[in-house]
């Protein structure tokens, strides 16, 4: 546990190198939030001006830093320009929407990867080897935003199986009691098992042009992990102790093929973060990744910076779980 | 004479790779007899290991054993099904190999991959099996067995790790152990204390061993009689004394010359002249130490060659006590021997 603690005290030099970045990023981007906040034809130079100065922008970066510095340790992480919202109420209604659907996608892509992954090793050269690679490629070649609008365009549009991709729920109904802010689960909760199926049907499309994209790295990399542990010595010296291949293929390979795949899966999770931005988009989720993008449009520095920030976080916070999760499979590792 | 324990005849194996197929091994054929100790002496690449694997069933995707009958106690192991297989081998013969540490799951306990191997062959409840996987480490004479059963090959030496290797491959009381290079991947001093703990442990028992090793010297100390491999081929098979004393095939006797401990100053020691033919030819000679030998004919590029009864053996030979009166001729494949 105390491990555990010492790691996350090591990331607090990370954090701050993300917050120094962040702000001087924003900085840098093209364009003057004033001119574009004050953005109205009767507005004069004075007024652009006032405008400045409340938002704090005429003041030398350093104080800004230090200002901004200063709030975030109050865990204020500013207000939006746009929205006119605190960023940190932002994030608490657009981060569950976001986390939802990375963990629905995640957990498709992971329950199809491994076992495709591990038979294709199994049965090299096989339909299930072929269609394995057919899907990587496919995977890795596709963008997010392809995948999603001809999943869009077949399922909804020709067969009429999925609902129309307009955010997380049927607009005529009811968001269930927040618990944890996860629809599906709060929808358990409150034990409407209606509200839950609806809430899951508009995940299904989402969730899957995801984990089309996470499916790539995952299967290559649990079928050839599986292929290098077959082939290794100790594989050998459990056939030549006469051990059945059940016994070889789920104590022996598979255990020791996951020690890599668990860290691809880490870094899988952290990538589709980042390939939710467009995902959101495209399926009008109401998520961070799509809040981001605004904000970028709307030259908002706060929930920029903020957005970054928390991914950084959740980041670190996946890296941890991995190498925990390592530890606790493989008796030579430590954190 | 007695029937052997395990008795391959006329073994041929090839290796499917990009660059063509290589002929492993042709026509290997050699016995083992019970409670003895056999020596497969070769350098790299002369088919010693693919010889132990086929036994054993453990050949890579690559290989194919073309034709041969490899018999163990009278019945022929190729032919049996996968499953009876998987029960024989482990349980009536079973390996130890080279390197003791990559030998071994690196994640998972020592203990448990013992106890693994005994649940396989003879099911039983698991405070049996403990104890049994505690006697198995305790007869190679691992300190603690208790303490050591939860360690992990990386917490061990490498001379603990084989002496695992050895009790996982003892723990069902073979019949026939196969010894891959056994002492290659440990220092010398470690060498010694594993190849007497061997060597105590079959005799011990009456189990047959056939020691696989490119050292002579180390397979001379040790082993009842010995088998020289040259390039896929059995060359020469005698009884250790015998052939140390009279070599009648030259491969062997340059072999011979070639150790540093068997001949009295270090200008005598002499390197085996060329390299092993390319096993990937379709022409090779009937004999493929033919073309590095200096003793070559007209008629040893003639013909096939076939393993015969050295004649006019000038000496008897005295052998161990126990060995019984198993196969002891001298054999040899060379149309003109020493």
């Known amino acids: ?183 599906t689960v709060d929808a358990l909760l409150a034990g409407d098992l209606e509200l839950f199926w609806a809430a899951l049907k508009q995940m299904v499309l989402p969730a899957v042009t995801m984990a089309l994209f996470a499916l790539a790295p995952l299967t290559r990399m649990a079928r050839a992990s599986m292929l290098e542990t077959l082939g290794s010595e100790f594989i050998r010296t459990a ?64 929930p920029l910076q903020g957005f970054m920030l928390v991914m950084a976080g959740i980041f670190i916070l996946v890296n941890l779980t991995t190498d925990i999760l390592i530890t606790l499979i493989d008796p030579r590792s430590s954190l | 004479m007695n029937e052997p324990l395990l008795s391959v005849r006329n073994l041929t194996v090839d290796f499917a790779t990009r660059r063509g197929t290589v002929h492993v091994l042709d026509d290997v054929s050699f016995d083992v007899g019970a409670g003895e100790i056999v020596g497969i002496i070769g350098e790299s690449g002369s088919g010693k290991s693919v010889t132990a694997y086929s036994i054993m069933g453990i050949l890579d995707h690559a290989a194919r054993i073309c034709s041969g009958e490899i018999m163990f106690e009278g019945r022929d192991v190729l032919k049996m099904h996968r499953r009876e297989r998987d029960g024989w081998r482990g349980r009536e013969a079973s390996i130890i190999f080279q390197n003791p540490r990559t030998a071994l799951n690196p994640i998972r306990a020592v203990g448990d991959q013992i106890a693994d191997v005994i649940a396989r062959h003879t099911p039983a409840p698991a405070a049996e099996i403990r104890e049994r996987t505690i006697a198995s480490l305790r007869q190679v004479r691992i300190p603690d067995p208790e303490r050591r059963l939860r360690a992990y090959p990386f917490e061990l030496s490498g001379g603990l790790c084989q002496r695992i290797g050895i009790a996982m491959a003892l723990a069902c009381k073979p019949k026939l152990l196969i010894a891959d290079e056994p002492t290659t991947g440990l220092d010398v001093t470690t060498q010694a204390v594993i190849m007497d703990l061997i060597q105590g442990l079959v005799r011990e028992k009456g189990i047959s061993v056939a020691l696989i090793t490119h050292d002579i010297a180390l397979a001379s100390e040790y082993c009842d009689r010995l088998i020289i491999m040259h390039a896929g081929h059995v060359v020469e098979v005698a009884p250790t004394a015998e052939i140390i004393a009279n070599p009648r095939h030259p491969y062997t006797e340059k072999l011979l010359r070639s150790v540093p401990s068997l001949v009295d100053s270090i200008d005598e020691l002499q390197a085996i002249d060329g390299s092993l033919p390319d096993l990937r030819r379709r022409d090779l000679p009937p004999c493929r130490f033919a073309e590095r030998c200096s003793r070559r004919l007209a008629e040893c590029d003639a013909g096939r060659l076939t393993l015969e009864l050295a004649l006019a053996a000038p000496q008897p030979c005295t052998l161990r006590k126990g060995t019984g009166p198993l196969s002891t001729p001298h054999l040899i494949a060379c149309k003109n021997p020493l």
């Not at chain 1, 340790?73 to 940190?88: A, E, I, R």
């Not at chain 1, 490629?137 to 009429?160: A, E, K, N």
């Not at chain 1, 056939?239 to 996951?258: D, Q």
């Not at chain 1, 989720?285 to 981001?292: D, I, M, S």
Request: glycine share 8%; charged share 15%; no cysteine.
């Open chain 1, 239 to 302: 056939r030549a102790a006469g051990l059945s291949r059940r016994k070889i293929i789920v104590t022996y390979a598979f255990r020791n093929a996951m020690l890599p795949v668990v860290t691809t899966m880490g870094m899988t999770f952290s990538y589709m973060l980042g390939a939710n931005v467009l995902v959101e988009r495209v399926f009008s989720w109401p998520g961070v990744g799509a809040f981001a993008i605004d904000s970028i449009i709307n030259l908002d520095y706060a």
């Open chain 1, 1 to 183: 546990m105390s491990r555990i603690g010492i790691r996350l005290l090591s990331t607090i030099p990370t954090l701050f190198g993300v917050i120094l970045v962040t702000f001087l990023l924003t900085r840098v981007l093209p364009g003057d939030p004033a001119v574009f906040f004050a953005s109205n034809p009767s507005m004069t130079q004075a007024d652009i001006e006032a405008v400045r100065t409340s938002l704090g922008l005429d003041r030398p970066l350093i104080v800004q830093f230090w200002l901004y510095l200063k709030a975030l340790l109050h865990g204020d992480l500013g207000n939006s320009l746009s929205t006119g919202q605190k960023v940190t109420t932002e994030f608490a209604n657009r981060l569950p929407a976001s986390a939802e659907l990375t963990i629905f996608a995640f957990v498709i892509a992971t329950a199809v990867a491994l076992p495709l992954g591990v038979i294709a090793a199994l049965r090299r050269g096989s339909f299930i080897d072929h269609l394995s690679r057919l899907i990587a490629t496919l995977g890795v070649s596709m963008p997010t935003f392809v995948t999603g609008l001809l999943l869009i365009f077949f399922f909804y549009f020709l067969i009429g199986w999925a609902p129309e991709p307009i955010g997380r729920l049927d607009p005529f109904m009811f968001e269930p009691e927040r618990v944890t802010g996860l629809y």
